[in-house]
């Protein structure tokens, strides 16, 4: 049997009734690592000693969450206690956190077993991992194109069948960017929804960790777990927790469907906006109406980001100084030249291009002319959801403006791989959910719906993705590795 094929809760489901163990579970998931993680590279580290130690004890003793003895992979940003966690970065490489992310607390409670950790583009900064400081991940569906990014090893790693489940952090698309280039489901929560303690900083008002899926059902029951309130995050939200379970009910009649005709214009291609377009007939047959808006707001979201984004990296990625922990150079003949050196020598180009951005944005004289500024559009974009959303239960477009890309096309040309995150961006921005989902193949390649909805109200968007998934069966099929 090819345990490594199945859902997380159809897993769940051969472990409760002992249709198979939890080690042997485990061994069957390696094997398929081993068969196909060197066409892949998803993982930084894999943790099989500990995940065969944890298994063997649930075999012991037996299950005692819904998704209890499932395993998980994790994206190198997460903190995990004894597990290295490098964020894909020379100047992490070797940082091993004395501590665990809430996420990973949560997930250990439930029994769930991770089995490595996952790359992503440098600090989370970029959209195809190809920014990794270690490796470039391929894209399951095509090795000579990118798999997304920033959580492109996540996606991958579900994609081809390396782990049931992922955890991947979204600042702005980097769940949903990739989850639509590897034809699986990945949701950014509500800003607060999944705490963030443990989560290594890029941008603290963007940055949200989420699920990464093969089906609507997988990532509603992950949400079940990972979405509490934390009082070591200041910006976790104190809100009642609904049993997204109950979200997953095939039932649009009467929906309202808004869509922008800002996502569905000139950058579009073709064959994208001919599958959204033909997802969104499937849900007027359904019984659900959708009607084009404008937010006229969105043709600022990406300068608007690209100021505010890189502003906070700055200031998060100043601790990276060579003095408490991570990379030190050893070129030093004073405390200025450690500095310098250990930067110099830490950080890829990316990384530095956005510091260098966020820093001038924030420097003397520019502070109100750029990031003040920014943070008004800001405003305005975070209405332009809300006013759209009181008339509307949901609001559609494509995740991506095209499939994905091939490896090495867009690394000379930062603004055009900034580009691919057009239709993303805006969400991070407003604090609301959005999840995508596969809604149709281009010459092969998976394309992602996105479906957003309003702040805190994740089950609307579970119950319309789940809809959808059940009336086309687009999420059923696998690349062929």
């Known amino acids: 049997m090819s345990l490594h094929r199945l859902t997380a809760h159809e897993l769940a489901e051969k472990l409760r009734s002992k249709e198979v163990g939890c080690v042997e579970l485990i ?22 000693e500990t995940a065969l130690k944890k298994a063997k004890e649930l075999d012991d003793n037996g299950f005692n969450g819904e998704l209890s003895g499932v395993p998980i992979a994790l994206k190198d940003n ?206 007027e047959k359904m019984g659900a109406t959708f009607k084009e808006v404008s937010l006229p707001s969105f043709k600022y979201a990406l300068s608007t980001y690209y100021i505010i984004a890189p502003a906070e990296a700055s200031s998060n990625l100043s601790r990276y100084d060579g003095v408490h922990y991570g990379h030190r150079s050893e070129k030093q003949n004073d405390l200025m030249d450690m500095y310098l050196n250990t930067r110099k020598e830490g950080f890829g180009p990316e990384v530095k291009r956005r510091i260098i951005i966020g820093t001038y944005a924030l420097s003397s004289g520019y502070y109100d002319a750029y990031y003040l500024k920014a943070q008004k559009v800001r405003t305005l974009i975070k209405q332009d959801f809300d006013d759209t959303l009181k008339d509307f239960d949901v609001i559609m477009s494509p995740t991506t403006p095209s499939p994905a890309f091939k490896i090495g096309e867009k690394v000379s040309d930062p603004l055009s791989m900034y580009l691919s995150d057009i239709a993303t961006i805006p969400i991070n921005l407003a604090g609301i959910p959005a999840i995508s989902i596969p809604c149709g193949f281009d010459n092969g390649l998976p394309v992602g719906l996105q479906i957003m909805g309003k702040a805190f109200d994740e089950e609307t968007l579970f119950r319309v993705a789940f809809s959808y998934e059940q009336e086309t069966k687009w999420n059923k099929r696998k690349p062929a590795l």
């Open 27 to 48: 061994n069957d998931l390696y094997s398929r690592i081993d068969a196909v993680e060197g066409k892949i590279s998803a993982f930084n580290c894999l943790t099989k």
């Open 78 to 283: 997460i903190c995990t206690d004894g597990v290295e966690t490098t964020c894909s970065s020379k100047i992490l490489k070797d940082f091993i956190p004395p501590y665990n992310a809430t996420v990973v607390e949560l997930l250990q409670n439930e029994g769930m077993i991770p089995v490595g950790k996952t790359n992503l583009d440098e600090f989370a900064m970029g959209s195809s991992t190809e920014n990794s400081a270690f490796k470039t991940t391929k894209n399951p569906w095509d090795t000579q194109r990118v798999p997304g990014g920033s959580s492109g090893g996540s996606a991958a790693a579900v994609a081809a069948d390396e782990a049931p489940l992922a955890l991947g952090s979204d600042t702005g698309g980097s769940i949903r960017q990739p989850a639509s280039f590897c034809g699986v489901v990945g949701l950014k929560p509500t800003y607060g929804r999944v705490s963030r303690y443990g989560l290594i900083a890029f941008a603290s008002s963007l940055d949200q960790i989420g699920p990464l899926t093969k089906d609507v059902t997988d990532s509603a029951l992950l949400m079940n777990v990972i979405a509490k309130y934390d009082r070591r995050d200041s910006t976790s939200a104190d809100v009642k927790t609904p049993d997204y379970k109950k979200s997953l009910v095939k039932d649009v009649k009467g929906l309202k469907i808004a869509v922008p005709k800002e996502l569905m214009g000139e950058g579009i291609e073709e064959n994208t906006k001919k599958a959204v377009l033909e997802a969104l007939k499937t849900y």
